[in-house]
């Protein structure tokens, strides 16, 4: 059984095998993302973060996600594509994945396992109109550690320990002070 992230091998975005040991010692934000939703322009604000904190040790690691609305279509290379040439991501993007269901990742298993829903910010603009639609399909959905939608995002500590779950109506503000926490 896995003990942290780093006991998992995932696929670049070429499907070349990468175990993610090689990313010991950095702090991680793993996020599952998709080129036409409501929140992709939370890229920007991920690269903002990626070339803020990126020399002191973070990582962001991508992986498109087809499986909320059909809001990732293309090949990865289209989305990479996509992603550099309107948000300039330089971050590590990985082959499209399952975040949910039978053919779920192993890693995202992992990381629900270790920190479930955390809640919809109400706050935010979309937060009960995604509050609304989750109850609609599940009236026990917020029980449930189920990735909700795009842009959920898992912050791992050096050791590769889940130390924190964002959903996507999370201020990147209070996201951007965990990590650099972590990383004094």
């Not at 991680?28 to 002191?56: H, M, S, W």
């Not at 269901?101 to 890693?107: F, I, S, Y």
């Amino acid at each position: 059984m896995a003990q942290n992230v780093y006991d998992f091998n995932v696929l670049d975005r070429k499907g070349n095998e990468v175990s993610l040991s090689e990313y010991k010692g950095k702090v991680l934000l793993i996020v599952n993302t998709a080129t036409r939703c409501g929140f992709t322009p939370q890229y920007e604000e991920l690269e903002a973060l990626y070339k803020a904190y990126k020399d002191r040790g973070l990582e962001i690691l991508d992986f498109p996600c087809n499986q909320f609305g059909q809001q990732a279509p293309g090949s990865e290379e289209e989305i990479h594509s996509f992603c550099q040439l309107n948000f300039g991501t330089e971050f590590p993007q990985f082959k499209k994945i399952e975040v949910n269901g039978e053919n779920e990742a192993p890693l995202f298993t992992f990381l629900k396992s270790q920190k479930g829903f955390q809640g919809f910010d109400m706050n935010h603009k979309i937060g009960a109109l995604l509050h609304d639609m989750m109850l609609k399909a599940d009236p026990d959905y917020a029980n449930k550690p189920d990735i909700k939608w795009n842009f959920t995002k898992f912050l791992i500590n050096q050791q590769g320990e889940v130390v924190a779950r964002y959903e996507p109506t999370h201020d990147i503000k209070l996201i951007k002070q965990d990590i650099a926490k972590l990383l004094d």
